[in-house]
């Protein structure tokens, strides 16, 4: 969606704040319906502000805007990683327990977004910056999870901390806005850019809703594996639909990057049926 939306006129920045914008709407409205509004002490709005700015506006806004010069199919690979970085991140802060098969998973990602890495820095026309600017996604991705685990407010639903964090997101993205160039503007001549807002409103609504309700009962590890399911979804999409090449070392990074997603999930698996 990122790349149609800059190919009809809007700025990476653009689309993403209106997006947010519109399902902090939707899930304020939701959660205003069902009684369920976002709490407001100083707790909370720490919970809110922090994880806006490392899971939904720095994240997001450095992946978007990458995708215009590293390809949308290797961003969409590389959204697989932030399981593996969650469960290191998670083991270091004793979160998780280690065990042998999710350790070998992370070696086996770890490889293979290393070998996507490395024939993307070799091609020709590459640039080394937007390389580590799409990169350093996941690893805001990964701190998110573990932050918004640990800093969970007591006794807070995950269908009124949902809002709470996009409307932060919106307002933290608007005021990025006014502090520097970048355009939030929408082109009006027609009316996709209008459309495609909409649509991915809906999907950041849904997506952040789902994202917390896993977040609350499967922890960390479990929740990052959305990211997963956006590679493969995104990275066919890329290349049949939108006519991108295959990025280099496709079969090898995917393949070790699966491998390792699906070991660390078999282990979580494991773990979860031992206790």
């Given at each position: 969606m990122a790349k149609y939306a800059i190919?009809?006129?809007l700025t990476p920045l653009?689309?993403?704040?209106?997006?947010?914008?519109?399902?902090a709407v939707i899930l304020f409205m939701t959660?205003?319906?069902?009684?369920?509004?976002p709490p407001l002490n100083a707790r909370s709005l720490e919970y809110y502000f922090v994880a806006a700015l490392v899971s939904v506006a720095a994240a997001n806004l450095l992946l978007f805007s990458a995708i215009p010069h590293v390809g949308a199919g290797f961003v969409a690979l590389i959204l697989s990683l932030p399981p593996l970085l969650t469960y290191l991140g998670a083991l270091i802060l004793r979160i998780e327990q280690f065990y042998i098969?999710?350790?070998?998973?992370?070696?086996?990602?770890?490889?293979?977004?290393?070998?996507?890495?490395?024939?993307?820095?070799?091609?020709?026309?590459?640039?080394?910056?937007?390389?580590?600017?799409?990169?350093?996604?996941?690893?805001l991705l990964a701190i998110g999870n573990i932050y918004r685990t640990l800093r969970w407010p007591d006794n807070a639903s995950s269908g009124a901390l949902a809002p709470g964090m996009l409307i932060a997101a919106a307002l933290l993205l608007g005021l990025f806005s006014m502090m520097s160039d970048f355009s939030i503007a929408v082109p009006l001549e027609n009316w996709l850019p209008l459309s495609m807002i909409a649509i991915q409103a809906c999907v950041f609504a849904g997506q952040f809703l789902l994202l917390f309700l896993l977040q609350k009962t499967g922890g960390p590890v479990l929740l990052s594996l959305l990211g997963a399911v956006g590679a493969i979804v995104g990275v066919p999409v890329a290349i049949f639909l939108q006519g991108e090449s295959p990025p280099e070392g496709l079969f090898l990074g995917a393949t070790l990057i699966a491998i390792g997603v699906v070991l660390v999930t078999w282990g979580g698996v494991k773990i979860a049926k031992v206790k």
């Open positions: 190919d009809v006129g653009g689309f993403l704040f209106w997006s947010i914008t519109g399902a959660a205003l319906i069902r009684k369920e509004l098969v999710r350790a070998l998973g992370v070696i086996a990602a770890l490889i293979g977004a290393g070998a996507l890495a490395v024939h993307k820095f070799s091609a020709p026309d590459s640039s080394v910056f937007w390389i580590l600017i799409a990169l350093f996604g996941p690893v």
